[in-house]
Each structure stands twice: as structure tokens, then as C-alpha cells.
């Protein structure tokens, strides 16, 4: 069977964010020829202790290039700062201004629970986007647009209540995935947490679970399970 051509967004606080919790399932759509959009709401410019954070925000900028052009997506940077991405409607406009832009089918990002604000703040804002995004919006200049599907990646500073419910087979792009992750200074050991291993362990333990040799998890809003089991683009096994 043919897939039809669709599109994916993953919305990240942090650029580096889509790429840990969503990353293969990025390049496997990428390499697929599907469109894939890596939203990245700030640079996560405070995250390296060595270097002033207008230069760290030129690097993560440089960084997230090389990663999305390797998994084959498009990114897109938000102007948010990182640590201030705000509450209330401005986060949530603007995320559903891009989505009735770039029309996804699917969406995914962060967990609401974390122990990082501004990961709960832009789960909470892309959540409530799909929503406002198929409505109509005076002053936009595109349609609205309804999101088939939204799921939640899993993010090791995202754990609780994270249920792993969708398996996503990987195998044949976590070798796309290192090399687009190591892209980055913080993957390759600038913070001292193993994010290569990490993720890499995540998705071997995920496939042992699902029969592949690499599978990435997602959740599913409680609302969003009946149009969500309706909509299975790619394969993926259900826990
Ligand atoms: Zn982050």
C-alpha cells in the first residue's frame, strides 16, 4: 500500500527537543519523502555554562540546520527566549498560526508533566493550537486547518504519567537519528547526561517490547484516542 503523501509537525521548547523525543520518527517520515516540520519555540540558548548566550544561540541555530537538513525536515524557530516561553494565549496563537500555515496531519510534543516549565508550557500551548487551528481566526491569512492526529513524545525531563502507547518501528533511520542528534554540543556530552544513549537505549527497549530491533514511544490524549486510532498513517504497534 501507498501512503499518500501527509505532513508532521514536532514542536520542541528547546531546539534539540523534537530531535531527542521525536527524532526517528522524523527522519523515517523525512526519508520517506513525507514533509516534516521541527518547531523550535526557543534555542535553548542558556543550556552551555562555557560560552555567553547569544553566542550559544547562534551555535544551537547552526546546530538545529545541520540536524533537520540530515533527518531531512524542515525547521522552524520561534522567537521565544529560553526559560520564557509565556503562559496565556500568545504561545498558543502562534502555534496555531504555524499549524493552519504549514497544515500537518500529525502533531506531536512534549508531555505536560515536567520538571522543565517551559516544556509543560509548550505542550500545553500546541495542545490548545490544534484546537484554535481549526477554527476560524480573524486576522490570519491562511484556513483554518484540522490536525488528524496529536500525540505526545516522550522526553527524559517529561516522565510523569508518561505511558508509552504507540510504537513506532525506527530500525531502519536510528543511524539518520545519531548523526542528526550529534549535531549538537549538548548530545555530544556538554551537559555530562548521555543523550545519545539515553534515547538509543529508550528505542532498543521500546523494539524488544515490539518485536523490531528500534521503536519510538507516543502517548495519545485521552479526547484525541478515537480520531487518533482512526488514523494510523505509518505502522505502529499498540501496547
Ligand atoms: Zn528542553
Known sequence: MTLERIALMVVGAHAGDAENMAGAIAAKYGHSGHNVFLVHMTLGERGNPKIPMEEYAKQKRRESERAATLLRATPVWLTYRDGEIPGGPEPRRTVAELIRRHRPDIVITHWRRSMHRDHSLASVATEEAVLDAAL??????????????????????????????????????????????ESYEFARGLSGFNYLEYYTCLMRL???????????????????????ADYIPLKINFL
Open 136 to 181: 476560524k481566526e480573524m486576522g490570519s491569512s491562511y484556513a483554518p486547518h484540522a490536525v488528524k492526529a496529536l500525540y505526545f513524545a516522550e522526553n527524559w525531563e517529561d516522565t510523569p504519567g508518561f505511558e508509552p502507547e504507540l510504537l513506532i518501528d525506527v530500525s531502519d533511520h536510528i543511524d539518520i537519528w545519531k548523526d542528526a542528534l
Open 206 to 228: 521500546h523494539g524488544l517490547r515490539s518485536g523490531v530491533k528500534y521503536a519510538e514511544a507516543l502517548m495519545r490524549e485521552e479526547h484525541s484516542r478515537q480520531i487518533a
